[in-house]
């Protein structure tokens, strides 16, 4: 378990934390665990998450298990500089779907004393890594990779399998639309996915 950094309080600094994973690895879940012990520190805590993003409730940040906290939607990472003021720390959700300058405004943010919590998928349902994840994963002090179960195999699993025929890159979905699969499982799953395309006649 994740335990909060506790060195030299007498400086003031920040710095940036993130959860990463599959789908229905619990990533939401363990942002809002560590949100609700900063607000029950009496911590200031503001909670972002993009505006696209209104499967469970239009404001809310709410894991698969139903869990939830009250977010802020924003339509681009610009607006996370702007609103966040005043506070200890703060929660994004979802950072995949943000744009570049999200990296920016994480180290601004951790720079003027903030601890800040992010938490998305790294990779797309391709395997490949996912929007400015791997450069918010890059420069955070601390990285937190959470696993599902593989619905094939019960092993570990660390891929987003798509099931819905869909080639956009964003498709917001649950059950569904993905399943989680460990390695192995997401090969099987693409190769047969890839043969079946190969096989069928061209209309």
Known sequence: MFLENTVNHTEQFGWIEVICGSMFSGKTEELIRRLK?????????EIFKPAIDTRYHENNVVSHNATKIRSTPVPCSSNIRLL?????VIGIDEAQFFDKEIVAVCNDLANRGVRVIVAGL????????????PALMATA???TKV???CTKTGNLANYSYRKATNNSLVL???NQEYEPLSSAAYYKAMQKQ???KQNTPNE
């Open 37 to 45: 012990r900063a607000q029950f520190a009496k911590q200031r805590v």
């Open 84 to 88: 966040a003021n005043n506070v200890d």
């Open 122 to 133: 790294d990779m797309d349902y391709k395997g490949n890594p996912f929007g400015p994840m």
């Open 141 to 143: 002090e601390y990285i």
């Open 147 to 149: 696993h599902a179960v």
């Open 172 to 174: 917001l979905g649950e």
């Open 194 to 196: 890839h043969n079946k």
